[in-house]
């Protein structure tokens, strides 16, 4: 439930102009604004930290990683089929393209690559919206080049919809989301193959396993600390929550639930849960309504880090201080305790 008694605010102005050509966004500059909702917010962010645009100038920005042996951030403009690097010391450049689609017919819309993770022998893992598989870059970080090993492209001898976010289990299984987002048609696209949005499993050997079928748009998704909880975004404007699951031996879900309804907040600001990154102390930072949403284990809303910009998802630095955070056209950074 969203609640309002406790609410300090600040707003601070982004540091960066925003791209010609956006006349709303010369009109109004974005704000970052910190909502404190509950006292516990304290421990996990000043209400005075400053939200500053690191990078800019994109057309739909998703799927931020942050590198630590390379000390670059990685994020897909899922729009331009591209990967961006940013380090402090030189900015912004092109990490790798194409990103999500290699096929020679041209095709527009979400194309892309969305969600990014490292798996535990270093390499680079992306989601691929138009080749709709889950790939592994087949060259070092340090060396990107388009070069892909599917790691899954089908289920039941039917093709993914669009394989959107992913959490990478400590002993090397990939979970993942699969919306139809990524479709050119969207959901009636005659391509698709699959009647459902999955949540998948692809173990280290190979094998692929649905894990549930029952979420009508399940997006962003994250393992709690000890990795025997895990968290799903739907992003679904009729069922906009967070549901948790629990993990059990063999590593299947279970006891699904709510972890956070988000209909009263919808109501309000109408954005949908998207991407998820969770903190090793369990503080979940979740882009949604209005900014990111953060909560603490138990589903109680903390605060939340407003902008006047859609945000998609966030990504933590190694040392869990600095949040980076992908919106809209822009990339934010934010200092956290």
């Known amino acids: 439930m969203f609640i309002k008694n406790s609410i300090k605010a600040v707003a601070v102005l982004l540091t960066l102009s925003l791209p010609a050509g956006r006349l709303w966004a010369q ?44 000390k670059m951030l990685l994020f897909s403009d899922v729009m331009k089929n591209r990967i961006y690097k940013w380090t402090a010391g030189k900015g912004t450049s092109v990490y790798l393209e194409p990103s999500g689609y290699t096929g020679a017919v041209p095709r527009g819309k979400e194309l892309g690559s969305n969600g990014l993770a490292v798996n535990p022998q270093g390499q680079l893992v992306i989601c691929q919206h138009g080749d709709r598989r889950i790939a592994v870059m087949n060259a070092a970080l340090a060396d990107p080049q388009p070069a892909f090993i599917t790691a899954a492209d089908h289920y039941d001898h039917k093709k993914f919809n669009s394989p959107n976010d992913l959490a990478v289990k400590s002993n090397g299984d990939i979970y993942f989301t699969d919306p139809p987002y990524g479709l050119e048609q969207g959901p009636e696209d005659p391509a698709r193959e699959l009647s459902y949005q999955g949540v998948y499993r692809i173990t280290k050997n190979g094998k692929i396993t649905l894990l549930t079928d029952s979420l009508t748009r399940p997006n962003g998704i994250a393992f709690f600390p000890g990795e025997k909880q895990l968290l799903i975004a739907n992003s679904d404007p009729e069922k906009p929550h967070w549901y948790i699951y629990d993990l059990d031996q063999r590593g299947m879900l279970t006891n699904g639930r709510i972890f956070f309804n988000g209909a009263a907040i919808f109501q309000k600001e109408h954005r949908t849960p998207d991407g998820i990154k969770i903190r090793k102390d369990g503080v979940v930072f979740a882009p949604g309504p209005g900014g990111v949403w953060i909560f603490n284990r138990k589903g109680r809303a903390l605060g939340r880090i407003k902008t006047s910009l859609i945000t998609s998802n966030c990504a933590f630095s190694a040392d869990y201080r600095t949040l980076f955070i992908t919106a809209d056209h822009c990339v934010l950074k934010i200092t956290l305790k």
């Open 27 to 70: 009109q109004q500059p974005p704000v970052g604004i910190i909502e404190r909702l509950h006292p516990e917010l304290d421990a996990v962010i000043d209400i005075n930290a400053a939200v500053t645009v690191i990078a800019d100038g994109f057309d739909w920005v998703e799927g931020p990683l942050w590198v630590e042996k390379e």
